[in-house]
Every structure is written in structure tokens, then in C-alpha cells.
């Protein structure tokens, strides 16, 4: 088993060494916007994907360097089944593995959340409210992950996909939301 991950990480280091042609990067902007599809999987402690929330996430990147950005990004997700929205806002940086026409990256954010669930949460508080109520929650929260943009044309990039997990407002890490988000930005 050993050698097998040893082989990977070989294979994942020369992708990321020799996956570029020592050439000019196809298009270097300044700052870029991101409209998007996000789908949200949040752990309800029953089967991780059993539940799913749709929604929109907005994005603007500030171009540091030719690796590093500084993003800030907005989402909103619902719930029918469960009348449950959240609006988050998060900032932070963002590193590109790869600086050509395709763009592998990591990215941690941190940020507020809101929440308005239909009575999901009433046994988390303490002490526990009533099951009638409406919860709201709102709070610090973060996200962390990786992703990865396409450069179409000189301005128009398509991100293939984002994955990222959040945790609930105030960061108490249960449930946790694992994001994934796709959509096209443009670079200017």
C-alpha cells in the first residue's frame, strides 16, 4: 500500500512540475467577477448527501500576483424541504497551483453567515427552545478548499469546480456544509 501512494504522489508531483509549458501565462488580469451554481450537502447526521440545498454565489478576485488573490464571495443557498436559507459572505485569499490556461487552487475564507431554518436546530441550543420555533442563526464562519478555472478566452474563464466545506454559523463545526460550485467569471 505504501508504494502505491508513493507512486501518486510521484504521478501528482510531476502533473504539478510538467503539467505547463514554461511560456507566458495565457491571460493575466488584475481582478475577475464569478457568477455561479453552488449545491450545498449539509451533514444532518443522517447519510452525508442526504439533504440538499441550491442557491447562487457571487465572487470578486483582486490579482495579488500571478499566484496569489484576494477574494471576496458571497452565496445564498435554500432548502425547500426543510424552509431552510443561508447567506454567507467570506473573504480571504486564494493560490493557484498553476498559472497558465488551466488554474488548480486552494482557498480559505473566513466571514458571517446567517441562517433561518425552519426548527432544525432547536435541540443544539442551550438550553434547547422550543420545537415550534423558528431558529436564526448568524455568526462567524468559514470556508476551505480547492477548485479550478478554465481560461476560455482572453477575459472569460469557466470554474469547471469548487468544492469547500463550511461549518455552521459561529464555526461549531456540526453540521457541517460541504459546498460545491460551478460558473463562469470574467477577467478584466
Known sequence: MRNYCIAWLLILAST???GQAPKSPFY???SSVFVGYIVDFPDYGNSFYSFQFNGAEVAYSKALNRRWSLVASGAGVFGSRFDVKQYSGTVGPKFNFLVG?????ATVQGGFAYQN???MYSGDHHPPISTKKRDIEDGFSYRAGLGGDIQVTRR??????QWDVQPQPWARHIPVYENFSSGIGYSF
Open 101 to 105: 490556461k488551466i488554474r488548480p487552487y
Open 16 to 18: 504539478l512540475c510538467f
Open 28 to 30: 493575466t488580469s488584475s
Open 156 to 161: 472569460l474563464y469557466w470554474r469547471a469546480v
Open 117 to 119: 431554518s425552519n426548527y
